[in-house]
Every structure is written in C-alpha cells, then in structure tokens.
T-cell receptor, first 117, second 109 residues
Framework: EAGVTQFPSHSVIEKGQTVTLRCDPISGHDNLYWYRRVMGKEIKFLLHFVKESKQDESGMPNNRFLAERTGGTYSTLKVQPAELEDSGVYFC???????????????FGPGTRLTVL | GQNIDQPTEMTATEGAIVQINCTYQTSGFNGLFWYQQHAGEAPTFLSYNVLDGLEEKGRFSSFLSRSKGYSYLLLKELQMKDSASYLCAVRDDDYKLSFGAGTTVTVRA
C-alpha cells in the first residue's frame, strides 16, 4: 500500500511569488491534515479535512494560505504571496475514520521543504 | 495553549538503553504518540498510549501517566539505525496533534 506522498519535495521561490503544495493521502483515508515545521521549532498543526470539508483550520497563519481538497482525495496548500517567514517544511498526514483503526494514528508524508528568498 | 517539553539531544552507546522523557500541558487529551523521524524523511509511528501504564513493542516501550502529564519512550538494545529524532505528540479532543520539538538521539559505536 502506498504511503502519503507530497509534491514537490523541495521548492525555492522568491518573496511575493505563489507556491502550491500537493498531498496525496493513503487511499481510503477520510482525514487529511497539514502541519508545518519552521526552522528550530516544533511541528505545528495548520488544518484538518474530513473528506472535502474543512473540520478545523485554526492553525492557518493568515489569509495568504489557502487549502483545498476538492473531491475528498488529494489536497493542495497554496501560499500567495509567499513571505520569508513561510519557509519551513510542510507535512501532510492522513488517517482512517476512528472506527477503522485501533489507534487512528496519522501517517505522515515526507514533507515539502519550502524556501522563500 | 499546548506545551510539550522533551530534551533536545541524547547520546548513547550501541547496545545500551535510552529513556526519552516528555511532559505535557494541553487543553485536551485523546492519547499520546511517539514518532521516529530520520533526517529528510516522514515521521513514522512508534507507539500510542491513552491509558496509564506501559506499552511494549519489541525494543521500544512507552509509558504514560495522565495525572502527572508525563510520558517516556524507552529504547532498548540500541542500534546504529536508531539514530533519529523522536517526537512526542499529544492528540487533542479534535484529533489534531501537538508536537514537542523533538529529541535527537545519537547512537555511538
């Protein structure tokens, strides 16, 4: 079974440009999460989708960030316009519904390393 | 808010035992996870505790005391491949994870 995949693995852009990150969750996982780790800090929650609906977006830093999950499969996270402080590693994770897993653990992708110059 | 503390670094010798402590103060609690992360790779699930006590999985064990807001991950018979970052994460009532900053474990020959 394929794990969570993310694209691209690295992105280097200039301040003011737009970047779109993509996450493909494990097939059949209704829950999809975005997290971010900025340099030297802990991984922090951004938002949570259940299927195509945003369940919790309390961690989104500001309105320059837009996440979508049309059709309830893959998700995109767009940053527009990017600022220097947006640099970091963006992780995506997915999990089954509660009844489908003993732990309902979140499976993480390898992350996208975003550098804003 | 969420506050999760764990040591920044630990070093141990191959074959030894290392214990990584994690203390937490969170607004909700629906389980505590330990993840392992090698550089440049995805965090991978190691263990889960939601009730007090010890959970053992091979060379790795994890302990939880909810009243003390405390957990530890015990790595036994250390191998070189165990050199990695170990992340303590608390799941809140809404299922999102709050992470500690991670503990980098270096295993020396």
């Amino acid at each position: 079974e394929a794990g969570v995949t993310q694209f691209p693995s690295h992105s280097v852009i200039e301040k003011g440009q737009t970047v779109t990150l993509r996450c493909d969750p494990i097939s059949g996982h209704d829950n999809l999460y975005w997290y971010r780790r900025v340099m030297g800090k802990e991984i922090k929650f951004l938002l949570h989708f259940v299927k195509e609906s945003k369940q919790d977006e309390s961690g989104m830093p500001n309105n320059r960030f837009l996440a979508e999950r049309t059709g309830g499969t893959y998700s995109t996270l767009k940053v527009q316009p990017a600022e220097l402080e947006d640099s970091g590693v963006y992780f995506c994770a997915s999990s089954q519904e509660t009844s489908g897993s003993l732990y309902n653990e979140q499976f993480f992708g390898p992350g996208t390393r975003l550098t804003v110059l | 808010g969420q506050n999760i503390d764990q040591p920044t670094e630990m070093t141990a010798t191959e074959g030894a035992i290392v214990q990584i402590n994690c203390t937490y103060q969170t607004s909700g609690f629906n389980g505590l996870f330990w993840y392992q992360q090698h550089a440049g790779e995805a965090p991978t699930f190691l263990s889960y505790n939601v009730l007090d006590g010890l959970e053992e999985k091979g060379r790795f064990s994890s302990f939880l005391s909810r009243s003390k807001g405390y957990s530890y991950l015990l790595l036994k018979e250390l191998q070189m491949k165990d050199s990695a970052s170990y992340l303590c994460a608390v799941r809140d009532d809404d299922y999102k994870l709050s992470f500690g900053a991670g503990t980098t474990v270096t295993v020396r020959a």
